[in-house]
């Protein structure tokens, strides 16, 4: 199992503040240390001169994020404790405030982009749609409303 630092890749490239959401072996899937560590890195560089953009990348070929790690957020409700309440707590906070960021935020949206992956990228300013793009709020099947301001997103794409 890879460490927090290690689901999220921290680095900077000439002035990109590069994120890479690391865990192509569940799609990207986001959980909760991963949202933390990527608030954190957006607050490291807000005010940092050297970095004049972020972007946010997927490792692997299958896609930037399928949306929150379901299987956490499923044991989670099976053992009956509140653990993802945080979670989407805080995806919540970082969403608006990836809307909000002053640096250009550049999502480069290729392969799988579901759920919370839309949350962490169609919010930010530049959006770079491949061909490859499968975007999906898959709530949506079963009668529920998108989070993550799907809706909100949708209205204006």
Known sequence: MKTESE?????????????????????NALTHPMVVRIAEA????????????????????????????IRAIHADAKAGTTASLGFWRDEYRLNARIARYPKPYVALMDGIVMGGGVGVSAHGSVRIVTERARVAMPETGIGFVPDVGGTYLLSRA
């Open 42 to 69: 957006l607050t490291a560089w807000e005010d940092d001169p050297a970095i004049g953009h972020v972007l946010l990348r997927g490792a692997g070929e299958r896609g930037l994020c399928a949306g929150g790690d």
């Open 7 to 27: 689901t999220v890749l921290i680095e900077t490239e000439g002035r990109s503040g590069v994120i890479t959401l690391n865990r192509p072996e569940a799609l």
